[in-house]
């Protein structure tokens, strides 16, 4: 006579996942990201061109200036100053936004992005860890570099007259951290472009003609009144919004604050705009 072995029920502890040492949590995919982006060579030779260019122009702008024959100290001499030092952003803003394209767009190139999505099924969670990251890298880059700029071209300007005030940190350092956050909203945006088109080319294109090609078209209008409309509408474009905020008080720009919130929405929109795209289509 046999008897059957009969198998006893898996008890509900049994059938309970394993609790994991490591959980998931936005520091560890600020983390995550971080670690792509340090590891890639692609972001430091971008910082490194904006670096070289920056300074580069910064120096060269100081040395026309001192060449300029004017009263030293004279009213504005300062704003000139700030000048010399922010102009280049018209040109680095390029790279600004093609470094935040190449950091999504290189992942969907790659496969990396289902590793990462895999990881984070949520989703949002790596958009907005991958944002954090890219603006922070920008934005500290930048006023690094602003720094050194405005350290290596003071001789040179103070000669004309026309340095910066070093004792009143505030009338230099609030346009420094300005023109850092512009670089830093111009690569949000390369991130949202890189989402929405999931594409290198595609991307770049998108954000190089949004950042650099529409400021040039109302130019074209200028001398047209009843195409008025357009200089109006072109304030509010990412570029010319952080312009006015680096530099206050021009003709016809926004007010700092209407600047500044103007770039914040360019940000939320581009990200909500990424984060649909993400949450809708597969990697």
Do not use: C
């Amino acid at each position: 006579m046999s008897t059957s072995a009969t198998t006893p029920a898996p008890t509900r502890s049994a059938l309970r996942p394993a609790d994991s040492t490591y959980r998931l949590s936005f520091l560890r995919l600020v983390r995550s990201e971080w670690i792509k982006l340090a590891t890639l060579r692609s972001p430091w030779w971008s910082i490194g061109v904006v670096a070289l260019l920056s300074i580069g122009m910064s120096l060269l702008l100081a040395w026309a200036f001192t060449s300029f024959d004017g009263p030293a100290g004279a009213p504005g001499s300062e704003s000139l100053a700030i000048t010399v030092i922010l102009s280049p952003t018209s040109f680095t803003v390029l790279l600004a936004v093609i470094l935040g394209s190449i950091q999504v767009t290189g992942e969907y190139s790659t496969g990396m992005v289902r590793s990462t999505l895999t990881a984070a099924p949520g989703r949002i969670g790596s958009l907005l860890a991958k944002a954090t990251v890219v603006a922070l890298f920008v934005f500290l880059s930048s006023l690094v570099i602003f720094l050194i700029a405005a350290l290596v071209t003071a001789p040179m300007l103070s000669g004309a007259g026309i340095g910066l005030d070093f004792s009143d940190l505030a009338s230099w350092m609030l346009p420094l951290l300005a023109g850092a956050f512009t670089m830093a909203v111009i690569a949000l945006i390369g991130v949202s472009a890189g989402y929405l088109l999931r594409n290198g080319p595609g991307a770049i294109a998108l954000g190089v003609g949004l950042v650099f090609v529409l400021p040039l078209v109302p130019a074209f209008f200028a001398a047209l009144p009843d195409w008025g409309w357009i200089q109006d509408a072109a304030r509010f474009l990412p570029t010319n919004a952080g312009n006015a905020l680096m530099n206050p008080g021009g003709t016809g720009s926004l007010e700092p604050w209407v600047a500044g919130l103007t770039l914040v929405v360019w940000v939320v929109v581009g990200l909500v705009g990424a984060g649909v795209v993400l949450k809708s289509r597969d990697a």
